[in-house]
Every structure is written in C-alpha cells, then in structure tokens.
C-alpha cells in the first residue's frame, strides 16, 4: 500500500512549489538552522523550527519587509550581495550556495525536447572488457547498461532499475548499504542538484510523484531541499554472499550519460572478495540457486 496523504501530486505531497522555488529553498534551509548555531539566544517560546524570518533578515542585513517578500516570491532577483549573505546566514555549504545562486539566476527557458538518453556502443565494448563493476546511469539514476560483475556484486544494477527508487523502497538494497539513512539522504540531494530547472522533465515528475507517495523517508528529505553531488567516493556495503565489501566509486560522464565503476584497494580483502564473486558468477553452482544474485554463500 502506498504511503500516501491524499493529495494526489508530487509538488503538493512534497510541499514543492515550482513558481517559488526559490522561497521555498530558503523556508526550508532557514528552518534546519538552530538559533545557537547562528549565535541567538535559543528563548522559551518559539513557535517554529530553526530561525525566524525577521532573525535570518537581521543577519543577513536586510530588511524583515525584503526578506518577506523573497521568501513568498513576490521579488525573484535579489542581487549576488544578498544571496551571499542569505548563503552565509543559513550555513550553506559550497554546493548549496551554488544551487541558491542558481535559483535566482534569471534563464528565459524555451521548449525543450530532451533526447531519450542511449548508451554509445564504445561504452557497451568498454563494459564487457571492465573486470570490476560498472554499470551506466542517467539523470535520473535509470540503469542502463551493466556488466556481469556489477550483476554479481548487485543484482539491482540490471538495465531498467532505477537506483533511487530501489535505496528509497527496496528492503534488500536497504539491507545492502552500511548506512542507508545516509545512502538515501544522499541519493535525494543528488536528484533534487541533478534536476535543477527541469522541475517540468516528464521522468523526473514520474520519479518524485512515485516516491512522494510511497514512502513518507522520502517525502521529509524532500521537503529538506538538500542538494547534493554524488561523485566519486569510498563506500561500504553487505553483501549478501561475501560479507562486507569496501570500494571507491568513480562516475565518469560520457556524452549524455553517467559511467559508474567500483573498484577496491589492490590486493584487499574487498579485492579478493569481488574475484570471488565472479568465480561465482560464472560457475554451474551459481545459477539458478535461491540467492540475490543467483549466488549461494561462500
């Protein structure tokens, strides 16, 4: 049964409001910053969460009136001073003030037809010869292409899954991750910087709708607005079959879509543990057995 509250679309279950994005950035942002953090007397009768709007204006230097008036979005171009300002009031980070910045970038947008995102055949040749997982995304964390070592060491990473839904609602990708709050926390900031100005690109609607209403984790990190690069990085998972498997994770673009490979220390135990894997794969016992993967315990 979805997780659902009854209001039928993804911008009204995650309180998203495409004709104010920016006012909604800094309501949100404003309300995970405690008073102590921004050196204010914490008081015994704040009726909401983090800072008030006339105590982000007082630090911001601007005037209570102005900073209505961005966050309701009745003005939508304040200067690079302001933002910078707004930016170091509510303690973004490099990323997040890009994205602020961003937001009141002023971008005449016309009609766009996005090109359905396609694997070059080089990349299909190039996953075939690759020894350790790799496997292709688009913007939207679709799977597109793997090879038979990322099957082995995830069988979620086959073509037509999609990595956000499956860390967001799959109790054996959840089981997966060593840290899944973190794992998912990250994957949503990712989607929401990946999605930019494109709130109207039909695949990211579908997404955010499905998720918004299956899962409540979802919709209360949504409504976070945290944004996020997920790049390159050290990440630990449970295998199901080898046990506990630590590996760096590369995403590299090629044209329109997104090369991901794992690969462990050389020589580690992780190292050892994947080559196990793959003897696994590829032996008569592994198939067909009752096991994610279609692997049986080492």
Avoid at 101 to 121: F, H, I, Q, S, Y
Avoid at 142 to 171: E, W
């Amino acid at each position: 049964m979805a997780d659902t509250d009854g209001n039928g679309t993804a911008a009204t279950v995650t309180g998203d409001d495409p004709g104010n994005r920016l006012g909604a950035y800094l309501r949100a942002r404003r309300e995970l910053v405690t008073p102590a953090q921004a050196g204010l007397p914490a008081g015994g009768n704040r009726r909401v969460p983090g800072l008030r709007r006339e105590e982000v204006a007082l630090l911001a230097g601007i005037s209570a009136d102005y900073y209505l008036r961005l966050e309701r979005g009745r003005d939508k171009n304040p200067s690079v001073q302001v933002l910078e300002s707004l930016a170091r009031v509510l303690r973004l980070d490099d990323v997040e003030r890009r994205y602020l910045l961003g937001l009141a970038a002023v971008r005449p947008r016309a009609p766009r037809r996005r090109k359905p995102e396609r694997v070059p055949a080089r990349v299909h040749q190039l996953l075939a010869h690759l020894t350790v997982p790799a496997f292709v995304e688009g913007r939207a964390f679709d799977v597109l292409a793997a090879n038979s070592a990322a099957l082995a060491f995830n069988p979620r990473l086959r073509p037509g899954r999609n990595r956000l839904r499956d860390v967001v609602l799959d109790p054996e990708e959840q089981a997966f991750q060593q840290d899944w709050p973190k794992a998912v926390a990250g994957f949503v900031a990712a989607l929401r910087t990946t999605i930019g100005d494109d709130t109207d690109d039909p695949r990211f609607v579908e997404l955010v709708g499905e998720l918004a209403l299956s899962s409540a984790r979802f919709r209360t990190l949504w409504a976070r607005h945290d944004v996020r690069t997920l790049d390159g990085g050290t990440t630990t998972v449970h295998h199901p079959v080898v046990g506990e498997l630590r590996l760096h994770r590369d995403k590299l673009p090629v044209d329109d879509v997104i090369l991901v490979v794992y690969y462990p220390d050389r020589n580690s135990d992780s190292d050892e543990k994947l080559r196990l894997l793959a003897t696994l794969a590829d032996s008569p016992e592994g198939e067909g057995a009752e096991r994610p993967g279609g692997l049986r315990p080492a």
